[in-house]
């Protein structure tokens, strides 16, 4: 939605904060620390000299028309803790957990090359040579489990001298999902930087490279001499050594002359037989698409490479269940509409793939209509359009109606492809989720999802919608505990409308409340009520700096943190649309004003104990917002929930 003056939203932000929520007293200690609406249809398809030897590749990245996009999903090349050697660890010499490359496959200790595995060169940056490391192309992406035994990564980060002083690129290391370095943008014409990343107690680490917002085109990186440093590996207990059989004494028969009982021999232990290890077993190969006409329950890897197939098409309304799969598809991974499906999908891998014709966005993890049951949990999905239910059959007697929860998103996609492996700026209003007619729908719930969205790296209108949609009074649907970190458009600095959670969306809306939410950085609001009656806004996390990294402001036309409107204009009780006790900071930074905030603005319901975090008119600051993250995490172990695949 678009912002609206309020001169009552001013007057609220100077109110003094009565609640001292967990960030209103945290923030203090840590500063002083520190030295310094979218369209319901859904989309049918969708130092050192430059080597003067090495000549530029003579071959362009991306510039052939094809598809020379690469994921691997690691499936047989899983990084155990015992797979580290107490000590420092050459992080090319270990297995991903998964990954993705923009041109080809990702090269260990060369350049990336060219499409083909093994075309890559010596690696070097502006002369400076590397025996070891990763030779990648934007946009790429590595993950590597670590299980918490490592303190420090380091690594050199430069593009590689192949491709002379083109390409740009940005390198990012993240760490249990929380951003921990940014290179800012570096081009062929930089020398390597050196990186020192505290990752202590970290479970994962995943190493990015973006094409810093200008497509990739020559975007060859190089990860330089990557290790784990100081690494902690328990050693494992060495069996004990076999006890030879005690001698058993002769007696000696009961005769008057006596016998000298023969000598027992002493057998000596066996000889240890070698244990030879199982040969890592082989990846499984994906099936093609897979069309469900009876109920049961399925498994297994589906790729569909044609964006009008699904990889996998619900056509029964018997009960599917749909676990431990791994689905690839340049469409939608899964369809089940229009079939009165009642669906279960948990334990699944999703990942959306570059449809590569302009005409198309990437596909819905799940596009489900005319649904009677729909239970998602446990799923981790990645560049997918998200999840879209429009119209529900009914209370059918179910346990379930829908339920969403404790699944795991990255990088939400909405834009169209440019046909040649990269995306245009226009782009189709995608959400994580979108609950688009659902009328009178009881026991609705999502819940404990996470949401991580990289800025030029996806575009995402509203997380999650919910549209022309209303629970009922005595179960409203329930939006709690999630975890929302960033919502973008593909060009970050442009007008954008999405944001967080968007209640009240189109016409005749209600009885739906948002609660203990943690909603960080998604540019033009946090939380809003767009109409509708009987919504509640309470306990919540909204914090947003307004701007990257790299200084880029967000949003050209920001909102306010929290807002309660009525863009509608019907007539409703306003008194039954409540925001109290949320912890809001809500930085709107601009050329003339770097502190500028809007943390609620409220023209159609109720606000009462909200606080602001901080002073109002000062910028928030950013390490609240790791400080945010780290409590949801914390909140979600302490509820034994588990976000992703088990």
């Known amino acids: ?84 050697k107490a000590g420092n660890n050459l992080l090319s010499n270990s297995a991903w957990t998964s990954a993705t490359n923009g041109w080809g496959p990702i090269e260990r200790n060369t350049s990336v090359g060219e499409a083909k595995a093994n075309d890559g060169r010596p690696m070097s940056v502006k002369g400076k040579k590397y025996a070891s490391g990763f030779g990648v192309h934007a946009n790429s992406t590595m993950t590597f489990a670590i299980g918490g035994k490592c303190s420090t990564f380091i690594s050199d980060v430069g593009i590689d001298d192949e491709v002379g002083n083109k390409g740009s690129v940005v390198f990012q290391v993240y760490a249990d999902s929380v951003k921990l370095f940014d290179s800012g943008k570096m081009t062929g014409a930089d020398a390597a930087k050196s990186i020192k990343v505290n990752i202590a107690g970290r479970k994962e680490v995943k190493l990015v490279v973006t094409d810093a917002g200008d497509k990739n085109t020559h975007d060859h990186a190089d990860w330089g001499n990557p290790t784990l440093v100081d690494c902690t590996v ?6 004990p050594a076999p006890i030879p059989p005690t001698p058993v004494p002769v007696v000696p028969a009961p005769v008057p002359a ?68 791994t689905l690839r598809g340049r469409g939608h991974l899964i369809d089940a509409s229009w079939t009165s499906a ?77 046909g040649n492996g990269g995306f245009q700026d226009k782009f189709y209003a ?18 404990w999802n996470r949401v991580e969205n990289t800025a030029r790296q996806s575009h995402v209108e509203d997380v999650i919608n919910i549209y022309a949609s209303n629970g009922t009074p005595s179960s409203p649907i329930r939006i709690h505990d999630n975890l929302i970190n960033g919502a973008f458009a593909g060009r970050p600095d442009a007008s954008y409308t999405g944001g967080g959670i968007m209640m009240g ?76 006790g949320n912890t809001v900071g809500w930085t709107i930074p601009n050329s003339k004003n770097p502190h500028a905030r809007w943390d609620w603005s409220v023209t159609a319901g109720v606000e009462r104990n909200n606080a602001h975090i901080q002073a109002a008119n000062r910028s928030v600051d950013p390490q609240l917002l790791a400080l945010a993250v780290t409590d949801w995490e914390r909140r979600a172990k302490a509820a034994g929930m588990v976000t992703g695949p088990r």
């Not at 994906?286 to 009876?294: A, E, F, N």
């Not at 490479?305 to 009960?319: G, L, Q």
């Not at 729909?374 to 997918?384: D, G, P, Q, R, S």
């Not at 739906?512 to 033009?524: C, G, I, K, P, R």
């Open 1 to 84: 939605m678009s912002p609206i003056p309020s001169t009552a939203s001013q007057t609220s932000m100077t109110k003094a904060a009565r609640p001292l929520r967990w960030l209103v007293w945290c923030a203090p200690l840590i500063l002083a620390a520190c030295s310094g609406p979218s369209t319901p249809e859904e989309q049918f398809l969708t130092g050192g000299t430059p080597p003067a030897a090495q000549a530029p590749a003579e071959q362009d990245s991306m510039d052939d028309g094809g598809d020379y996009a690469w994921t691997d999903d690691g499936t047989d090349t899983k990084l155990s803790q015992e797979s580290l």
């Open 505 to 580: 969306d189109g016409c005749g809306s209600g009885y739906t409340e948002a609660t203990n939410n943690t909603v960080l950085e998604t540019s033009n609001y946090g939380i809003a009520v767009a109409g509708g009656n009987h919504m509640k806004v309470a306990g919540n996390t909204i914090l947003a700096l307004g701007k990257l990294d790299d200084g880029t402001l967000l949003d050209a036309d920001s909102d306010a943190g929290f807002y309660l409107r009525n863009y509608c204009k019907t007539s409703n009780d306003t008194s039954t649309v409540i925001a109290e």
């Open 234 to 239: 328990a050693a494992k207990p060495s069996d």
């Open 430 to 447: 995608v959400q994580f989720v979108q609950l688009n007619g659902m009328r009178d729908l009881s026991g609705a719930e999502i819940a």
């Open 258 to 325: 006596p016998v000298i009982p023969a000598p027992v021999p002493i057998v000596p232990a066996p000889t240890p037989v070698p244990v030879v290890p199982a040969p890592a077993p082989k990846p499984a190969t994906p099936s093609g698409p897979l069309v469900i006409t009876k109920g049961g329950t399925y498994s297994g890897e589906y790729l569909s490479n044609d964006p009008a197939v699904a990889a996998i098409k619900i056509k029964t309304s018997e009960p599917v269940i749909l676990e431990n799969c």
């Open 342 to 418: 009642n669906l279960t999908v948990r334990n699944c891998k999703g990942y959306g793939l570059n449809p590569n014709d302009r005409s198309r966005t990437p596909g819905r993890f799940l596009a489900a209509e005319g649904i009677v049951s729909l239970l998602i949990e446990n799923n981790y999905m990645e560049k997918t359009a998200g999840i879209y239910v429009n119209q529900w059959q009914g209370n059918k007697g179910l346990p379930v109606s829908i339920v969403i929860r404790n699944n795991f998103a990255r990088d939400i996609e909405g834009r169209y492809s440019d």
